[in-house]
Each structure stands twice: as structure tokens, then as C-alpha cells.
């Protein structure tokens, strides 16, 4: 594999918690890390590409790297996904701490769509991460639970991925 699309191709979703560090990742991230232009194309937005490469060093369960980049990221996106570095470490209330900072963000509105025309919710409840990390919590149902962190994760680096490269949401 010899960039990070090959591994979302190929490597599994992550767990609900870290796992061991994806080795294989680690040559294609450290070139994303050192040329952002591989997510695809020039940076039109320096924060948002590096909410990508805080999310991508997430995906593959190299934490360290991931909240290095997360929590100098002083912004929504950081602050998002500093909390689901959190929520998979297994630390919850610092993830809520980190999803109040958030406010509402942008894709919940998404997320929440995508939730109930699958019908892993109901019409009408929205989605928060804040209340899906207490989910975790409790391990309610971990099938529905990597379903749904899978939703999340990939429609919020989409986000940050479009205005990284300039594309409309």
C-alpha cells in the first residue's frame, strides 16, 4: 500500500478503542505529514488538511501522532477529533470535555441524516457525539456502534477533506 486511499481501500475500520499501530500505515502517513498535497491536490485550507492527517494517524491507531496534531488544532475539526482520540482511548468524560469545546458542528446535521434514512436511529433524534460517546460507554450494541463511528469519522474527514483541497461541501 503506498498511500493513505490504498489503506482505506484495504485495512479494516478501526475498534471502538486503539488497537495496535497500523505499521503498515506508517510509511504513506509520514509522507502525507511531510506533502499535504497527497490527500489530492494543493491546500486551500492549512487547518482543515491537518484535521485529515490528525483523523488519518487516528484511523490507523497511531494515537500519539493523531493528538499531537488534534490539540494544536484550535478550532471545531480539532477539537472533534481530539475527542474521538479520546472516546476510542477510553477516556470519556475528557472526549465529552473536548465535544462540548466543538459547539455543534457542521456535519452533526449530516451525520444525523445519514443515521435515520438507515434507520439506526429514530426520525427525528439527532445525532451528538457527546451522547454517542456514552453509548460507547456503555457498549450498548458494538456492531451498531462501529456502524455509526464509521459514519461519523468518514463524513467528518470528507468535510474537512473538501475544504482542505477548496471543493464546495
Same mark, same amino acid.
Given at each position: !500500500?503506498?498511500?493513505?486511499?490504498? !489503506?482505506?481501500?484495504?485495512?479494516?475500520?478501526? =475498534?471502538?478503542?486503539?488497537?495496535?499501530?497500523?505499521?503498515?500505515?506508517?510509511?504513506?502517513?509520514?509522507?502525507?505529514?511531510?506533502?499535504?498535497?497527497?490527500?489530492?491536490?494543493?491546500?486551500?485550507?492549512?487547518?482543515?488538511?491537518?484535521?485529515?492527517?490528525?483523523?488519518?494517524?487516528?484511523?490507523?491507531? /497511531?494515537?500519539?501522532?493523531?493528538?499531537?496534531?488534534?490539540?494544536?488544532?484550535?478550532?471545531?475539526? =480539532?477539537?472533534?477529533?481530539? =475527542?474521538?482520540?479520546?472516546?476510542?482511548?477510553?477516556?470519556?468524560?475528557?472526549?465529552?470535555?473536548?465535544?462540548?469545546?466543538? =459547539?455543534? /458542528?457542521?456535519?452533526?446535521?449530516?451525520?444525523?441524516?445519514?443515521?435515520?434514512?438507515?434507520? !439506526?436511529?429514530?426520525?427525528?433524534?439527532?445525532?451528538?457525539?457527546?451522547?454517542?460517546?456514552? !453509548?460507547?460507554?456503555?457498549?450498548?450494541?458494538?456492531?451498531?456502534?462501529?456502524?455509526?463511528?464509521?459514519?461519523?469519522?468518514?463524513?467528518?474527514?470528507?468535510?474537512?477533506?473538501?475544504?482542505?483541497?477548496?471543493?464546495?461541501?
Amino acid at each position: !500500500m503506498n498511500n493513505w486511499r490504498e !489503506m482505506m481501500d484495504f485495512l479494516p475500520s478501526p =475498534g471502538l478503542a486503539f488497537g495496535a499501530p497500523r505499521i503498515e500505515a506508517l510509511a504513506p502517513l509520514k509522507a502525507l505529514a511531510n506533502d499535504l498535497t497527497l490527500l489530492g491536490g494543493p491546500i486551500h485550507d492549512k487547518p482543515a488538511a491537518m484535521a485529515c492527517l490528525s483523523a488519518l494517524w487516528l484511523r490507523f491507531d /497511531h494515537f500519539d501522532n493523531s493528538h499531537s496534531i488534534s490539540q494544536d488544532l484550535e478550532n471545531q475539526d =480539532g477539537s472533534y477529533w481530539h =475527542g474521538i482520540a479520546h472516546r476510542r482511548e477510553g477516556d470519556f468524560a475528557n472526549a465529552c470535555y473536548w465535544f462540548r469545546r466543538v =459547539g455543534k /458542528h457542521r456535519v452533526e446535521a449530516t451525520i444525523s441524516s445519514v443515521l435515520q434514512n438507515k434507520e !439506526m436511529v429514530s426520525k427525528g433524534n439527532n445525532f451528538s457525539p457527546s451522547v454517542f460517546t456514552r !453509548m460507547v460507554e456503555r457498549r450498548e450494541d458494538e456492531i451498531t456502534l462501529l456502524d455509526i463511528q464509521e459514519i461519523e469519522w468518514r463524513i467528518l474527514f470528507e468535510d474537512c477533506l473538501h475544504r482542505a483541497l477548496g471543493r464546495a461541501t
